[in-house]
């Protein structure tokens, strides 16, 4: 039983690019959220999604968007990076119904110079 | 934002002791208490959960104690081991109208090293 993965697993960018990260839940998981976590701190949610629907957001700007397919899998869109985007990007699933634990990926990282 | 506050912020415990991690969260709504344990390069993996109807759960030689009046949660691990050297992150979540949990609040982490 596969569980979740994102990719890519390591990515550059330069200040002002777009980026686009991905990620598969865990089988029979319907619910993705996204963290950001700098380095040396706890994760910070972003969002969650459900029925392909932005359920609730942190405290992120607009520059942070997200989508969510029928088959569960997640994108995170980030636009005009900042050099403090530069982050491990987690991507989290769950059972809506039922069991509220959260299982996370490896993530992402990404760095912006 | 609603905070969760974690202490210490590193530790370090010999071979065998009992290493203690301590959480304090500020927003009483929150019904869900998980910890995770993260090893460099990897994912937090969950270890443990708590909702607040009970004071105390244990899953091996992991116990969490929750006090809900002083709004605060720990983690022991007993006769801890040089595998457990990890980062251990306290959150906190309510939980939706389906039973599932929103967006998880963390702490900033606690680094603790068992030494030999």
């Known amino acids: 039983d596969a569980g979740v993965t994102q990719s890519p697993t390591h990515l550059i960018k330069t200040r002002g690019q777009q980026v686009t990260l991905r990620c598969s839940p865990k089988s029979g998981h319907d619910t993705v959220s996204w963290y950001q976590q700098a380095l040396g701190q706890g994760p910070q949610f972003i969002f969650q999604y459900y029925e392909e629907e932005e359920r609730q957001r942190g405290n992120f700007p607009d520059r942070f968007s997200g989508h969510q397919f029928p088959n569960y899998s997640s994108e995170l869109n980030v636009n005009a990076l900042l050099l403090g985007d530069s982050a491990l990007y987690l991507c989290a699933s769950s059972l809506r119904d039922g069991d509220y634990e959260q299982y996370f990926g490896p993530g992402t990282r990404l760095t912006v110079t | 934002q609603q905070q969760v506050k974690q202490s210490p912020q590193s530790l370090i415990v010999q071979k065998g002791g009992i290493s203690i991690i301590n959480c304090a969260y500020e927003?009483?709504?929150?019904?869900?208490f998980p910890w995770y344990q993260q090893f460099p390069g990897k994912g937090p993996a969950l270890l443990i959960a708590i909702r607040p109807d009970v004071s105390e759960k244990k899953e091996g030689r992991f116990t969490i104690s929750f006090n809900k009046s002083a709004k605060q949660f720990s983690l022991h691990i007993m006769d801890s081991q040089p595998g457990d050297s990890a980062t251990y992150f306290c959150?906190?979540?309510?939980?939706?109208?389906?039973?599932?949990?929103?967006?998880?609040?963390f702490g900033k982490g606690t680094h603790l090293i068992i030494q030999p």
């Open positions: 927003n009483t709504a929150f019904d869900y």
């Open positions: 959150a906190a979540s309510l939980l939706n109208s389906g039973g599932g949990a929103d967006g998880l609040t």
